[in-house]
């Protein structure tokens, strides 16, 4: 198998691959207590950009404790730059200014302040903008003292552009490459075509030992099929804002909870779900516990990707979702955009 097996920051490190769930201090669905009690998690992702803006998180931040000291967790801290943030509204924020912040405050990984593409945009901006985001990477580079930098791949909907920025990153020495602007891309009845060629070209370029983050994807029926395109790590608010909308997710898809004959058919094993089954709708009808359950089955799911990579069955392990999941989701393109994109090729060296 081609999956690295670690991820190496300075100060810490995890097995590969990884989920990132985003982690928002004081509004949290699953509170940090929750989290350090019941999950095993290796890691979370938590906007640099929020701590920045407020004056008083600030000043803590650089003046008393730790980011890990403020959040209570000693695992890998990843921050963001609030590029995401940037694309609804000004933020009268610079690169330089964010990305010091972020190693101030220890982050293991830090992000640069990136230009998103989102799908409809055309070839001349999404160039201008890859350019522009390629700088601010240069200069992150040489600002950061103490965390690994996040080489942001971006390019919209153009493959060649995609894979010059891959090129770019990979010139410059990055460690770390993070696939940014993929979410609407998968969005769409799990299409995984256009997804999985900016992977495996990534994977391709980038070769065996560079850890790929795809930022922002986070239902775990989708998971597995990025680790065998070539990504290893992942983030998500997902299993809040599913909870909030109302699903619960299983390794075959989210359910709306209207389908409560297959919830209730369906084995979890979290605090949530074990139990009287009777009980079990009126349970996750509160949000609180549906993102409990939702985040559960995420780090779950990468459990089970680990173990499927360790004795070689992840082809049978994608091959077992597929038959449950097209049962449920007749309309899905996951199998019919899965088998296309495999007999195409160009797969990185996983085929069984
Ligand atoms: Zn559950």
Redesign the pocket.
């Given at each position: 198998m081609f999956q690295k097996k670690e991820l190496i920051t300075r100060k810490r490190k995890a097995k590969l691959p990884l989920f990132f769930p985003v982690y928002q201090p004081k509004s949290n669905l699953v509170s940090i207590d929750d989290i350090k009690e019941h999950f095993s998690i290796d890691g979370m992702i938590v906007n640099g950009f929020f701590l920045y803006k407020d004056a008083e998180t600030k000043r803590l931040l650089l003046e008393e404790k730790t980011l890990h000291e403020y959040i209570g967790f000693d695992g890998i801290i990843m921050t963001d730059s609030g590029a995401f943030q940037g694309l609804k509204r000004p933020l009268f924020l610079n690169n330089k200014k964010i990305v010091k912040f972020q190693d101030a405050i220890g982050a293991d990984i830090v992000s640069p302040l990136d230009h998103i593409s989102p799908p409809g945009e055309n070839r001349t901006t999404a160039g201008k903008k890859l350019k522009s985001t390629n700088k601010r990477i240069r200069e992150a580079k040489k600002l950061i003292e103490n965390g690994m930098l996040a080489g942001v791949q971006q390019g919209g909907k153009f493959r060649e552009l995609r894979n010059e920025s891959t090129t770019f990153l990979m010139e410059l020495g990055v460690e770390y490459i993070a696939i940014g602007s993929l979410v609407p891309f998968f969005n769409k009845n799990h299409n995984l075509a256009f997804v999985s060629k900016i992977i495996t070209d990534a994977r391709n370029i980038i070769g065996n030992e560079i850890p790929m983050h795809i930022y922002g994807a986070g239902d775990p029926v989708e998971l597995p099929f990025f680790v065998a395109m070539g990504a290893d790590i992942f983030d998500s608010s997902s299993y809040g804002h599913y909870a909030l909308g109302g699903w619960y997710m299983t390794k075959y898809g989210a359910l709306k909870l209207e389908r409560s004959t297959l919830i209730r058919d369906y084995n979890?094993?979290?605090k949530?779900?074990v139990g009287e089954k009777d009980e079990l709708l009126q349970k996750v009808s509160d949000p609180k516990n549906l993102a409990?359950?939702n985040l559960?089955?995420i780090l779950h799911i990468i459990n089970q990707i680990r173990a499927a990579l360790e004795a070689e069955k992840l082809y049978q392990m994608l091959q077992d979702i597929i038959n449950v999941h097209q049962k449920w989701f007749p309309d899905s393109q996951l199998e019919s955009s899965w088998v296309d994109s495999f007999e195409k090729g160009g797969m990185p060296d996983t085929k069984p």
């Open positions: 979890c094993s979290c949530i779900c409990f359950h559960y089955t």
